[in-house]
Nanobody, 115 residues
Framework: QVQLVESGGGVVQAGGSLRLACVASGTTFWFNAMGWYRQAPGKQRELAAHITSGGSTVYAASVKGRFTISRENGLNTVYLQMNSLKPEDTAVYYC?????????WGQGTQVTVSS
């Protein structure tokens, strides 16, 4: 069974940094793409950052220049380095792996940024 497990969330003051990690297990394939999504209370889940197996990246406008997504070569592991955090970055952050047309999600990790 495919499982994605996120780690690295926590509470940080505005202006601080956190690094999220997502490790997949139970796979017999490489994800075509992996990404980080986030969901704030009362809001819809939204893309934060996305990376393909070829290394192409996409960032939400709200995080561009502050967040960096990276992936371990040959592994279904993805990171999100988050710098200059703002209170509006507070959300549950979910990892997603995509293989062909199938999406696999982690359980999420809470990030709270205090002002």
């Amino acid at each position: 069974q495919v499982q994605l497990v996120e780690s690295g969330g926590g509470v940080v003051q505005a202006g601080g940094s956190l690094r999220l990690a997502c490790v997949a297990s139970g796979t017999t394939f490489w994800f075509n793409a992996m990404g980080w999504y986030r969901q704030a209370p009362g809001k819809q889940r939204e893309l934060a950052a996305h990376i393909t197996s070829g290394g192409s990246t996409v960032y939400a406008a709200s995080v561009k220049g502050r967040f960096t997504i990276s992936r371990e070569n040959g592994l279904n592991t993805v990171y999100l380095q988050m710098n200059s955090l703002k209170p509006e970055d507070t959300a549950v952050y979910y990892c997603r792996g995509t293989y062909l047309a199938e999406n696999y999600w982690g359980q999420g990790t809470q990030v709270t940024v205090s002002s």
